[in-house]
């Protein structure tokens, strides 16, 4: 069965620190992948997303995330993090059978230190 | 650009009501779901479609009903309103290669 982990429910950084957030998936192919942000009372915003090619994938908001296949992994990373991206992070895969259905981790909540 | 329009934003039920939330699209997308998310489970699947006409359940369908009679329109039923449905509930549509573009979502508290 398809699933996504996140194993971080909260992570705490200092401004101007990097990051780094992680997510697993269990998938029988290469899947869709994607990085959604969400900010308190707000839907969904994409920060990046994975479909082939180069496995190192840049986003918005300085945002990249990193697709390594033989770990199962599509870890977020931002090497300087602003007040501002204080907010929750899902990771999500496509199925690539489909397209419609996409499968959520259950977040990281992300609280930034001034 | 409207994209994923959702109403209402709010809602109060108490139980055993019935009440129909709204989506709405306007990106023509073939595939349109919903979700809703409760804390620290993520988002999780209800229903989906992929075109008029067409539905199915996905991971949690138990208490809802939905329809697509038109491309743009993909509303959802609740027929008798249950505390356990207290959630926030997303719409999202999709096409082809592209991710799921989500409205800005509904609050139901069920009392």
């Known amino acids: 069965a398809q699933s996504v982990t996140q194993p971080d429910i909260h992570i705490t950084v200092s401004e101007g620190a990097s990051l780094e957030l992680r997510c697993n998936y269990s998938y029988g192919a290469t899947p869709y992948l994607f990085w959604y942000v969400q900010s308190p009372g707000q839907g969904l915003q994409l920060l990046l997303k994975?479909?082939?090619?180069?496995?190192l994938v840049q986003g918005i908001k300085g945002f990249e995330a990193e697709f390594k296949r033989s770990q199962s992994s599509f870890n977020l990373r931002k090497p300087s993090v602003h007040w501002s991206d204080a907010a929750e992070y899902f990771c999500?895969?496509?199925?690539?059978?489909?397209?419609?259905?996409?499968?959520f981790g259950y977040g990281t909540k992300l609280n930034v230190k001034p | 650009n409207a994209g994923v329009t959702q109403t209402p934003k709010f809602q109060v039920l108490k139980t055993g009501q019935s009440m129909t939330l709204q989506c709405a699209q306007d990106m023509n997308h073939e595939y349109m779901s919903w979700y809703r998310q409760d804390p620290g489970m993520g988002l999780r699947l209800i229903h989906y479609s992929v075109g008029a006409g067409i539905t199915d359940q996905g991971e949690v369908p138990n208490g809802y009903n939905v329809s697509r009679s038109t491309t743009e329109d993909f509303p959802l039923r609740l027929l008798s309103a249950a505390p356990s449905q207290t959630s926030v509930y997303f719409c999202?549509?999709?096409?082809?290669?592209?991710?799921?573009?989500f409205g800005q979502g509904t609050r139901l508290t069920v009392v």
């Open positions: 999202a549509s999709s096409s082809l290669n592209t991710e799921a573009f």
């Open positions: 999500a895969v496509g199925d690539v059978y489909n397209f419609n259905i996409f499968y």
């Open positions: 994975y479909f082939s090619g180069d496995t």
